[in-house]
C-alpha cells in the first residue's frame, strides 16, 4: 500500500496551485455565477430609488428652510436608514449566500472543492467575488442618496465621506457574514433576510448588549462619527467600529474555511 | 477510439501527460502505483435513519472496475467517500494510501465525474474544463483542455456556454473536466448516460485504454448492459452492501446453485416436456406453443441429455436458449437473495 508521501511524490511534477493562484481562479469561476442580469437589475434599481428619493428629500428640506445641521442630519440619517439598514445587508446577502450556497445547492460546488488547494482561498475567493459585485451596488446609491438629501449644504462633504466608509467596510463584513451563511444553511438567503429583519432591525432596539452583536451599529458609528452627526445607537469610537467590522469579516472566513474542511460535498 | 494527437512530449490516449505523472524514471507508461489504488474496509455510512452503505470493504487495483446497482444501492455514495466528498460513519476509505478529504496530493490524483448534472452553466466548455486543469495545476492548462474535448468529442472552440448543452454533451464535458488533469484515479458516477450508443462504444473504449495504461477507472452503473461491455471487474452492490464481486463469468458461476430457465423449441413439445419433468432434467415445465420453457437446477446436465430425449421421442429439436444467460438475470438473483 502507498503512503500519502509516496503517493505526493509521484505527482511532484505537478504545479502546485498556491494560495493566490487558487484564490484568483476560485475568484474568476465565482463571479460569473453569481452576476445575473436579473440580480444586477434588481438591486440596481433598489439602489437607483434611494438615489432618486435621496435628491427629492433634499430637495423638499431645502425648500422648507431647514437649517444646516438639519441638512446634514437628515442626509446622514437617510444614508443610514435606507443605505445601510436596507441596501447594504440586502445586496451583500443576495451575492454573498449565493456565491458558495448556490454552488453546494445545485452541485457544482464539488468543481472546487475536489481540488488539490486549500480551502481558506475557496473561502477568501468567494467574500472577493461577492464584495467585488456588491460594492458598487452598496455604495453609489448609499453615498449619492445621502450626499443629495444634504442638498450639498456646507459640510456634506463629510456625510458622503461618512457613507463610503461605513457602506464599504459593512458590505465587507456583511459579505464575510452572509458567505458562511450560505454554507451553514440551505436556503441561506431566508436565513439571511430573517436575521436582518428581527436581529439587525428589531433586536438592536432591545439595549445595548444586543445592539453591540449587530454588525449595523458599527457600520453607524463610522458614517456618525465621520459627518460628526448623533445618529443613536452609534455610541462607539470610530476605531473600535473598523476593528470590529474586521474581526467580524476575518472570523467570519475563518470558520467558512473550517466549515469548508468538514462539509459534505454532494 | 481514435484520440486526438497529443501534444509533443506526451505518451497516447489517456496519458497526454503520462509523462510528467508518472514520472520517466520508472520507464513505464503507468505510475508507480500500489496494488490497491482504492481500498474500503468496513465501511458504512448512514444518513440518520437511514443506512446508505453497510459494512462494505473491498479493494480495486488499477483496471477498470464496475459498480454495478440499482439506484439507490449506494453507489454514489461510496464513490463520495472514496473522493473525500463526505465521511464514512465507520471504517476507511483510503485512495492511494491516504484519505482525500485531508490530503490536497491525493485529491489532485483523483478524477471524478458526478451523477449529478450541475455544470458552471455560464461557461463554455473550454472555459470549465480549462479551469478544472487550472485548478489542478496541469502545467499548460489550454492545450490540456483541448485535448481533454477532443477526446470526447466535443469541439473545443464551440462559443456556445454549457447550459446550451444537451445532457450526452453535458455529461461528456464533464468527463473531459475529470480527465483533464491525467488522474491516477479515475471515479465516473453513470458516466455513459446521455451518450448515444456509438459515443457509449467510443467512450468505454478509452476506459479501457486508461484502465490498461494502469489508472484505476471505477464506473458506476445500474444498466446492466453498459457493465458488460465493459468487460471489467464488477462489484455488485444492492441496499447498501457489497453483494458479489468478479467478472461477468465468476459473477454467472455463483448462479449454479438456482434454477435457470432454457427455452427448447422442438416438434412435440408435450412429449418433451414430460420427457425432461420424468428424467429429472427439469423440475418445472410449461409449454408455449412449439417451445418449451424448462426450469433446471442443472443447466449442464439438460444440455447433455435435451439431444438424446429428443431422439428418443422422434422429435427434432430447432432451439435450444438459454433464457437467463445474461448480466440482468444475474443481477437480479444476486438483488432478490439478500
Known amino acids: 500500500m502507498s503512503t500519502p508521501a509516496a503517493a505526493a511524490a509521484s505527482t511532484a511534477v505537478r504545479r502546485r496551485v498556491g494560495a493566490v493562484r487558487a484564490t484568483v481562479l476560485c475568484y474568476r469561476v465565482l463571479i460569473r455565477q453569481i452576476v445575473s442580469m436579473g440580480r444586477i437589475a434588481a438591486l440596481g434599481a433598489l439602489g437607483t430609488t434611494m438615489i432618486v428619493v435621496g435628491w427629492v428629500v433634499g430637495s423638499s428640506s431645502s425648500r422648507n428652510g431647514s437649517s444646516t445641521a438639519g441638512m446634514i442630519f437628515d442626509g446622514a440619517s437617510y444614508a443610514d436608514g435606507f443605505g445601510l439598514i436596507v441596501i447594504v445587508p440586502i445586496v451583500s446577502l443576495v451575492f454573498a449566500a449565493a456565491s458558495l450556497g448556490d454552488a453546494r445547492d445545485d452541485g457544482t460546488l464539488v468543481y472546487l472543492w475536489l481540488r488539490p488547494m486549500g480551502r481558506a482561498p475557496l473561502a477568501a475567493a468567494a467574500a472577493l467575488a461577492s464584495v467585488t459585485v456588491s460594492l458598487p451596488l452598496c455604495v453609489v446609491p448609499t453615498v449619492l442618496g445621502g450626499w443629495l438629501a444634504t442638498d450639498f449644504v456646507a459640510g456634506s462633504g463629510r456625510v458622503a465621506l461618512g457613507s463610503l466608509a461605513a457602506a464599504a467596510l459593512g458590505t465587507i463584513a456583511y459579505s464575510c457574514l452572509f458567505v458562511l451563511v450560505g454554507l451553514l444553511f440551505r436556503k441561506a438567503v431566508l436565513w439571511g433576510i430573517a436575521y436582518i429583519l428581527l436581529w439587525e432591525g428589531l433586536a438592536v432596539g432591545l439595549g445595548d448588549f444586543a445592539e453591540r452583536l449587530s454588525l449595523r451599529g458599527y457600520a453607524r458609528t463610522l458614517l456618525a462619527r465621520i459627518a460628526d452627526v448623533d445618529l443613536g445607537f452609534a455610541t462607539y469610537r470610530l476605531v473600535t467600529a473598523v476593528i470590529v467590522l474586521a474581526c467580524v469579516s476575518a472570523v467570519s472566513l475563518a470558520l467558512a474555511t473550517v466549515r469548508l474542511r468538514h462539509i459534505d460535498v454532494d | ?338
Open chain 2, 1 to 338: 477510439m481514435p484520440a486526438p494527437e497529443p501534444p509533443a512530449g506526451s505518451t497516447a490516449v489517456g496519458g497526454k501527460y503520462s509523462s510528467e505523472l508518472a514520472g520517466e524514471a520508472n520507464g513505464a507508461g503507468a505510475p508507480d502505483l500500489p496494488a490497491g489504488m482504492v481500498e474500503v474496509h468496513s465501511v458504512s455510512k448512514i444518513f440518520g435513519d437511514v443506512v446508505a452503505v453497510s459494512d462494505v470493504t473491498f479493494a480495486v487495483r488499477s483496471g477498470v472496475t464496475a459498480l454495478l446497482g440499482p439506484n439507490g444501492a449506494g453507489k454514489s455514495t461510496l464513490f463520495r467517500m472514496m473522493c473525500g466528498l463526505t465521511s464514512p460513519s465507520r471504517g476507511s476509505v483510503r485512495v492511494l494510501g491516504a484519505d482525500a478529504r485531508l490530503d490536497r496530493d491525493v485529491r489532485g490524483r483523483i478524477g471524478l465525474s458526478p451523477q449529478q448534472d450541475a455544470l458552471f452553466d455560464r461557461l463554455d466548455a473550454l472555459d470549465f474544463v480549462h479551469i478544472a486543469a487550472e485548478t489542478h495545476g496541469v502545467a499548460d492548462p489550454v492545450d490540456a483542455a483541448r485535448w481533454a474535448l477532443e477526446l470526447v468529442e466535443l469541439n473545443p472552440d464551440d462559443p456556445r456556454p454549457v447550459s446550451g448543452y444537451s445532457k450526452g454533451m453535458r455529461q461528456r464535458t464533464k468527463l473531459a473536466a475529470a480527465l483533464v488533469h491525467d488522474p491516477d484515479v479515475l471515479i465516473l458516477d453513470e458516466p455513459l448516460n446521455g451518450l448515444d450508443p456509438l459515443q457509449r462504444r467510443r467512450m468505454i473504449d478509452v476506459l479501457e485504454d486508461l484502465g490498461a495504461q494502469g489508472r484505476c477507472v471505477l464506473v458506476s452503473s445500474h444498466v446492466l448492459e453498459e457493465v458488460a461491455l465493459l468487460g471489467s471487474r464488477i462489484l455488485v452492490i444492492a441496499q447498501g452492501r457489497l453483494v458479489a464481486s468478479g467478472d461477468y463469468r465468476e459473477l454467472r458461476e455463483l448462479m449454479d446453485d438456482r434454477p435457470h430457465q432454457v427455452s427448447v423449441e422442438a416438434d412435440k413439445p408435450r412429449n418433451l416436456a414430460a420427457a425432461l419433468v420424468e428424467s429429472g432434467t427439469a423440475v418445472a415445465v410449461r409449454v408455449e406453443g412449439s417451445a418449451v420453457i424448462a426450469d433446471t437446477l442443472d443447466v449442464d446436465r439438460l444440455g447433455r441429455e435435451i439431444a438424446p430425449l429428443a431422439r428418443r421421442l422422434d422429435a427434432r429439436l430447432r432451439t435450444v436458449l438459454p433464457l437467463d444467460d445474461d448480466l440482468e438475470s444475474v443481477f437480479r438473483y444476486l438483488v432478490e437473495r439478500r
